[in-house]
T-cell receptor, first 116, second 115 residues
Framework: GAVVSQHPSWVICKSGTSVKIECRSLDFQATTMFWYRQFPKQSLMLMAT?????????EQGVEKDKFLINHASLTLSTLTVTSAHPEDSSFYIC????????????FGPGTRLTVL | AQKVTQAQTEISVVEKEDVTLDCVYE???????LFWYKQPPSGELVFLIR??????QNEISGRYSWNFQKSTSSFNFTITASQVVDSAVYFCALSEDTGFQKLVFGTGTRLLVSP
């Protein structure tokens, strides 16, 4: 399977600032990546599907102007939380679509964001 | 719409007990995939199993076993002789077999195994 990394693993920022989270596919060229958000003691919720070279597809209720996704290469997708607020504090997880039949997701280790 | 229900929010057992985690799903697709993931306190998701909708054979992997019952739309997970290291949150998930294979996760079951 694909090896996926995320950076940073955790970040603390002040309210109103922007934070960028990177998701890298280390050994696989990923055309499609996904971004999930997980609030404490809750499930993973898909935020958006990111496709290399095109605009991301956002799930209903996710503000595309607040959560900017860029998938400029086959190994890197970034999620920028703009003008972060305390309610954006969450665990953000990315995944890469791959596998023999291109129907498996391989997950990164996650990034814990705390907005003060 | 697809939906995954994990009715058990938290289960506590003593080491060496067997425990079954329930998963019930809803989908209109005829072809789909079911998954189980483990999320330890570190947060990283650990893939446990993937099963496609045409394969109803039960599977055993060491202390883990899975029971897929299409007739009841269930995909239950059993841990035999549980160990403290099994303590984690377990998620059942469902994906379509078209498009981008989006995953829909259940709400998770927190398993606490005490010594």
């Amino acid at each position: 399977g694909a090896v996926v990394s995320q950076h940073p693993s955790w970040v603390i920022c002040k309210s109103g600032t922007s934070v960028k989270i990177e998701c890298r596919s280390l050994d696989f060229q990923a055309t499609t990546m996904f971004w999930y958000r997980q609030f404490p003691k809750q499930s993973l919720m898909l935020m958006a599907t990111s496709n290399e070279g095109s605009k991301a597809t956002y799930e209903q209720g996710v503000e595309k102007d607040k959560f900017l996704i860029n998938h400029a290469s086959l190994t890197l997708s970034t999620l920028t939380v703009t003008s972060a607020h305390p309610e954006d504090s969450s665990f953000y997880i990315c995944s890469v679509l791959g596998g023999i039949s291109y129907n498996e997701q391989f997950f990164g280790p996650g990034t814990r964001l705390t907005v003060l | 719409a697809q939906k995954v229900t994990q009715a058990q929010t938290e289960i506590s057992v003593v080491e060496k007990e067997d425990v079954t985690l329930d998963c019930v799903y809803e989908t209109r697709d005829t072809t789909y995939y079911l998954f189980w993931y483990k999320q330890p306190p570190s947060g990283e998701l650990v893939f446990l199993i993937r099963r496609n909708s045409f394969d109803e054979q039960n599977e055993i992997s060491g202390r883990y076993s899975w029971n897929f019952q299409k007739s009841t739309s269930s995909f239950n997970f059993t841990i035999t002789a549980s160990q403290v290291v099994d303590s984690a949150v377990y998620f059942c998930a469902l994906s379509e077999d078209t498009g981008f294979q989006k995953l829909v996760f259940g709400t998770g079951t927190r398993l606490l195994v005490s010594p």
